[in-house]
């Protein structure tokens, strides 16, 4: 018998399930080409998860359903409202994009974002290592079809083969280290397994053994080196459209199932995994920013750009213990919440300027395709060059406030080894600036390569304004964000 406090829980996966299959059976009677009808079911559908879940947040309460294998706690709750919000900006920004291409015919984007929003939040809400590897199953599957949407183009079934088969190995690394870590203390709840390890009694040879291929499986979902091989190829191979999508949202659940597992259920192996994702964080802020600047499509630049993003990301994440102690593990875990939620934000104004300028025949994928965007639009080149100087850290843009969160994280340890990696990482974003400001050049100081005008639906214009607004407002006034993130954490760990 399923006692009423389980479905309350799951209430916002439970009705996007629902309304997923709803959706799916009422576009079958949609005939118009942008799919009006489903998109706005779909739209009113992401906004109530999202309120459901900003108001489960703001309770602050933590609760367990399903026997403990669900749990609902303050992080959780808003990083699946995020994400909600994410997918919805998404939509917003790839429905015009999508229609012109003939993406929207069976009306599967609509119904494979709500999968893939659905396996974000029960990725989201794992408390247990099956739960959290059946979300990222659902996640991965409706992520490999969103990428082979456009059947007919060559470019884009090869990127999903791409994405399939590498992310079948990094679900088997995965899946390999969660069944040794069971093995090793004979739990699947997060909790117990917790509580084994502190015992002391469980051979740390297998515990490590097992460690190591979680955080593989992790740093492939994360999109972090020498596990970032299918980022460059599926992000410029994909439909710009979903390309956003599973560069925007997943990377909230990683970070969530991140710490779910190493956090709440390996903290005492610490020192062993915090090791890992340091050179994980070494390799992507190296990789990622070098290979950039080496690139002439925009989004294959903005691919190993994230590479580079998520190398801070980890650093945040390897900072919480230090010496032994905790103390710091609150302002490093916030930190790394803050970091990766506002790369989110600027990631979807950079990529809705780029899906703006695309037209039917025309990717606008290229840095030589913005050429001249100032004389075009003076709006969204201004838009475009905000997210860019914020992904570059420059004051007084959020990227900037992301940066010096972590850098203070990685200081606030005493530790000479955490600031030699904060010193490093300084260096590895004067790198990154060289290609962002070259994308800047091209726009406000290169000839434009066509005298069309720029033009965009309604919905497309506000949200797009909204979108580069905050990535300013938020660096300005970083305070409310950032003890959001603090105080979810607190909660979150404390419970």
Known sequence: ????????????????????????????????RLRNLTYWLTMATLAVVAWFSADFAMRGDTLYAFNKMVVSDPMGNWLKCFSAIAMMVCLVYGRPYAGDRDMLRGGELFTL?????????????????????????????????????????ATASEAAMKYFVLGSMASGFLLYGLSMLYGATGSLEIETVFKVIGTGQVKPTVLVFGLVFIVAGLAFKLGAAPFHMWIPDVYQGAPTAVTLMIGSAPELAAFAIAIRLLVEGMIPLAVDWQQM??????ASLFIGNLA????????????????????????????????????????????????????VLTTLASFGVILLLAR??????????????????????????????????????????????????????????????????????????F???????????????????????????????????????????PGGLLTLCAQAILKTLGS
Do not use: H, W
């Open 113 to 153: 974002a709500m999968f893939s929003l659905l396996g974000i939040n029960v990725m989201i809400s794992g408390s247990n290592f099956l739960v959290i590897y059946l979300g990222l199953e659902l996640l991965t599957l409706s992520s490999y079809a969103l990428v082979a949407l456009r059947r007919d183009n």
């Open 292 to 343: 950039a600047i080496a690139q002439t499509n925009l989004k294959r630049m903005l691919a190993y750009s994230t590479i580079g993003q998520m190398g801070f990301v980890l650093l945040g994440l390897a900072s919480g213990v230090a010496n032994g102690n905790t103390l710091n593990a609150q302002a490093a875990y916030s930190a790394a919440m803050f970091y990766v939620i506002t790369y």
């Open 1 to 32: 018998m399923i006692d009423k406090l389980s479905l309350i829980v799951v209430s916002p996966e439970i009705l996007l399930l629902v309304m997923a299959c709803i959706v799916a059976l009422v576009d079958l009677g949609v005939k118009t």
């Open 277 to 282: 994702l340091v050179v994980l964080a070494v």
């Open 360 to 433: 039917e025949g025309f990717e606008s994928d290229e840095i030589a395709d913005l050429a001249g965007l100032n004389q075009r639009s003076p709006l969204y080149a201004g838009i475009m060059a905000i997210c860019l100087f914020s992904l570059a850290g420059v004051p007084p843009l959020v990227g900037f406030y992301g940066k010096l969160v972590v850098l203070d994280a990685l200081i606030a340890t005493g530790s000479g080894f955490y600031l030699g990696l904060a010193i490093y990482a300084v260096l590895m974003s004067l790198v990154a600036a």
């Open 435 to 477: 290609y962002y400001l070259r994308v800047v050049k091209v726009m406000y100081f290169d000839a434009p390569i066509t005298a069309t005008t720029v033009t965009a639906p309604l919905d497309v214009r506000v949200v797009l304004t909204v979108n580069g607004a905050l990535v300013l407002i938020l660096g300005i006034l």
